[in-house]
């Protein structure tokens, strides 16, 4: 949750998951950002920045392997910004609201 003034500004909602993965069967924890929401008079402030690094933060105390989530195509080069790469195309929100599965490496 993201406040300004104590008035709730924006949030973000993510999930823990883990697997074992590869040969070794070694445990792999990956961070899902499920969704961020902002209220439109501060968006482009910095509140989903400070919210995404904040859930990344926890994602390093947990050592986690990577953080993904889809984003959309608008918001994209702002994921580019904060160092997320595109891992192929994400699904279409809403029937007609396209995005990208991002993900990066923690």
């Known amino acids: 949750i993201a406040k300004v003034d104590g008035r709730i500004v924006g949030a973000e909602c993510y999930v823990v998951v883990t697997g074992r993965r590869g040969r070794?069967?070694?445990?792999?924890?990956?961070?899902?950002?499920?969704?961020?929401?902002?209220?439109?008079?501060?968006?482009?402030?910095?509140?989903?920045?400070?919210?995404?690094?904040?859930?990344?933060?926890?994602?390093?105390?947990?050592?986690?392997?990577?953080?993904?989530?889809?984003?959309?195509?608008?918001a994209v080069?702002?994921?580019?910004?904060?160092?997320?790469?595109i891992r192929g195309e994400g699904t279409t929100l809403y029937g007609t609201v396209k995005s990208y599965a991002m993900f990066k490496r923690l």
């Open 24 to 74: 070794l069967r070694r445990r792999r924890v990956i961070v899902r950002s499920r969704q961020t929401a902002i209220v439109p008079e501060f968006e482009r402030s910095g509140v989903a920045t400070a919210l995404l690094r904040y859930v990344e933060e926890r994602g390093r105390e947990i050592r986690a392997y990577e953080l993904i989530g889809n984003v959309r195509e608008e």
């Open 77 to 85: 080069p702002w994921g580019k910004s904060m160092g997320y790469e």
